[in-house]
């Protein structure tokens, strides 16, 4: 790509451009974080690589260096600038900040982040906003994200609420890997949200997302609440030193497309704000550095700064955020992984009869490569989970005995270890952990005792559970599995199978004595001998299922996001799977 290309706009009304701050953000593929050895038999822990303090400050003030670089007059490029889809081009600069906010301290938003991203190969640096939804998991927008690899390149900074390259405070840490939504589109920046996992959890509270069917928080005249270190001037390039806010109401979407035609997309966008005055004076709207930071409504992420006209000010114009309800089913499942070799994808374990328990490595729709964690034989049940949201897998595991571990890295001795969780297990039916079901962001446990009696165990993120609370009886005559939201909304479902063969899905709701609404049918001929739900395997942020049938043949099942019609159509994984007794 051309640095002219990198610098054409969208034709709106006014010069339109993302609202990220600095300079050239290259196109292409997203970079992913490559396959790491897989962990030996023996589950030697080993961190994730992570920078060293010096590498991160030297991306701080690369950055820093960039922005005092590329004034309006001198700019090579703002970072995230929206191609024209009509091949016109613009070398005009793009710089968001929220104009007319007012500082907010860290206190009030311990959740927002700041986002470095500096290439010393070729000088390419910029700035972007984000949001804690777990301790290892930053939502920010896309246009930050794609094309770039911030596993090589990025810092992150929590913590505090002046830019780090002013102060001391705050805490920086390394990306392990990224996460762009599959529907971004770099032409129009259309579904403009990423997640990137960090490596090492920053200790600060988080901020969730909406759910998918959120509407009241979309309601004209809703007042949010916009936050970041964006320009605070149209006139300046400058960036604001300290964390502002700014107080926005809803916009219903007409308005948004009556000022900004086809480029506003209905239903994948919101925007907010009064119509801005043409000039500082009167106009209240995030700005170029804001990118990728939240708007919150309702103590929630409603939408996530995307764009907006150039300099921000031009009279009638808004602020244009990604509408994180329609996303919120494809960002949770990269707050929930099951990853075990770190890809960004949702592994597979499995036991034979004899014992021996194996790591299956997702390759998309198939697995490929293996690698043996040893003699398991004093187990029944293995389920996935990273209940501490800290990017290393966790098993939940019961043993012969009825006991319940949790099987979880312990660095400072350099090795997995196993906690005890209680003991009479061995009197529940089934025990699945399908993600967060009671709606405090916490993986949570479900389990069926044999008079068919269903029990939420709320997690608290540090591999306990709190105190059991009964859902209902009747569920014993299911077989139930699940991992992740298999309809879209953005919470977690769950799965069940009936004695004739016919398969539903619990819509998750949010509630622990009330986790699920009334199921939906998906369809006959279920009858298969195991299940294994393990999460998003191929990464399209949708939560996807194993099967094996009666002759031992492992299926595939990709998730589409649809309570009625959850699955694609299947994949044949390969034979010879009766030889495992154990999923999970």
């Known amino acids: 790509m051309t640095s002219a290309q990198r610098r054409a706009r969208i034709a709106l009304p006014a010069a339109a451009a993302a609202f990220a701050l600095g300079g050239a953000l290259l196109g292409g593929a997203p970079a992913q974080a490559t396959d790491t050895q897989p962990l030996s038999g023996e589950r030697t822990v080993r961190p994730l690589p992570t920078s060293s303090e010096a590498e991160l400050r030297a991306r701080v003030e690369g950055v820093k260096s960039v922005l005092k670089k590329d004034g309006p007059e001198e700019d090579a490029g703002a970072t995230g600038e929206k191609p024209a889809p009509s091949g016109s081009s613009s070398s005009s600069t793009v710089d968001p900040k929220i104009i007319s906010g007012q500082p907010a301290s860290i206190a009030e938003a311990p959740w927002m982040v700041q986002l470095y991203y500096y290439d010393p190969a070729d000088g390419t640096g910029f700035f972007c906003g984000g949001s804690l939804v777990a301790p290892n998991k930053v939502l920010t927008a896309a246009h930050c994200v794609y094309g770039v690899n911030w596993a090589l390149n990025g810092t992150v900074v929590g913590g505090t609420e ?146 907006g006209v150039e300099d921000c000010v031009e009279s009638g114009a808004y602020g244009v955020y990604a509408k994180t309800s329609t996303y919120t089913g494809r960002i949770n499942p990269r707050i929930d992984d099951t990853d075990l070799n770190f890809d960004g994808r949702a592994d597979l374990l499995a036991r034979t009869s004899g014992g021996e328990l194996f790591e299956y490595y997702s390759r998309g729709t198939t697995v490929g490569g293996r690698a043996s964690l040893g003699d398991w034989s004093g187990t029944n049940l293995i389920r996935q989970a990273d209940l501490q949201r800290d990017n290393y897998a966790e098993f939940i595991v019961r043993t012969t005995n009825g006991d319940l571990h949790w099987f979880h890295p312990d660095f400072a001795a350099g090795e997995y270890v196993a906690t005890r969780i209680g003991g009479g297990w061995g009197a529940m039916k089934s025990i699945t952990l399908p993600g967060d079901v009671t709606g405090d962001a916490q993986a949570d446990l479900l389990a069926v005792d044999t008079a068919g009696v269903m029990w939420t165990y709320p997690g608290r993120g540090n591999g306990t559970f709190g105190k059991r609370v009964q859902v209902g009886s009747g569920w014993g005559v299911l077989t139930l599995t699940g991992k992740g939201d298999y309809t879209g909304d953005g919470k977690a479902d769950l799965l069940a199978r009936d004695s004739s063969g016919s398969l539903y899905v619990y819509p998750g709701r949010g509630s622990a004595s009330a986790p699920f609404g009334k199921r939906t049918f998906v369809g006959t001929g279920w009858n298969f001998t195991a299940y294994a739900a393990t999460g998003d395997v191929n990464g399209d942020g949708r939560a996807d299922l194993f099967a094996r049938d009666k002759d ?33």
């Open 552 to 584: 031992g043949v492992l299926w595939f099942y990709a998730g589409r996001g649809s309570a009625s019609a959850p699955f694609s159509p299947r994949t044949k994984i390969g034979s010879g799977w009766n030889a495992f007794n154990i999923f999970g």
């Open 162 to 307: 002046k830019l780090f390259y002013t102060t001391d405070e705050g805490m920086a840490v390394g990306v392990a890997r990224q996460w762009v939504n599959p529907a971004y589109n770099d032409t129009t920046i259309n579904g403009d949200v990423a997640v990137l996992t960090l490596d090492t959890p920053l200790p600060y509270r988080t901020l969730q997302t909406t759910s998918a069917d959120d509407t009241l928080s979309y309601k004209a005249g809703t007042p949010g609440t916009v936050y970041g270190w964006g320009r605070i001037s149209s006139t300046s390039d400058e960036s604001a030193e300290v964390l502002q806010k700014a107080t926005v109401p809803m916009r219903a979407d007409s308005s948004c497309s009556a000022y900004f035609g086809s480029h506003f997309v209905a239903g994948n966008m919101v925007c907010a704000g009064e119509p801005a005055s043409g000039q500082d004076a009167g106009t209240v709207s995030p700005c170029n550095g804001d990118s990728g930071g939240p708007l919150v409504v309702n103590g929630r992420i409603a939408g996530v700064v995307s764009w």
